[in-house]
């Protein structure tokens, strides 16, 4: 179950290893309970492994791990990045609160 957001969600993230990058925020434009989409102007490669936070229907998730599978650079030079959450009691809730948010509509 993937849902395409509607709506700006917005992300912060950081490297899980510490280094030169900064943190970063982006939107997320698809959200499922083990992956995600996410557009950003930050640079972001696949194998970079992220801390996320974000707010998904009135749910704050955060210090969600993440993995980034793929990530390419679009013509108006944001990263849009695939996503696959790492954290099984994380995906669980994201998976609920997907469920519920669907019942509703």
Same mark, same amino acid.
């Given at each position: 179950?993937?849902?395409?957001?509607s709506r700006s969600l917005?992300?912060?993230f950081?490297? #899980?290893?510490?280094?030169? @990058? /900064?943190?970063?925020?982006g939107r997320l434009?698809?959200?499922?309970p083990n992956?995600?989409d996410l =557009?950003?102007?930050?640079?972001?490669?696949?194998g970079?492994r992220?801390?996320?936070e974000f707010?998904?229907?009135?749910? #704050?998730?955060e210090r969600? @791990? /993440?993995?980034?599978v793929?990530?390419?650079?679009?013509a108006?030079?944001y990263?849009?990045?695939? =996503?696959?959450?790492?954290a099984?009691l994380?995906?669980v809730r994201?998976?609920?609160?997907?469920r519920?948010?669907?019942?509703?509509?």
């Open positions: 179950m993937i849902l395409r957001v917005p992300a912060r950081a490297h #899980a290893v510490p280094d030169s @990058r /900064a943190e970063g925020w434009l698809r959200l499922g992956r995600a =557009l950003t102007r930050f640079n972001l490669e696949k970079d992220l801390v996320m707010e998904a229907f009135g749910e #704050a998730f969600v @791990r /993440a993995r980034v793929s990530a390419q650079r679009d108006d030079g990263v849009v990045a695939r =996503l696959s959450f790492e099984p994380a995906q994201l998976g609920r609160v997907l519920d948010a669907l019942s509703r509509s």
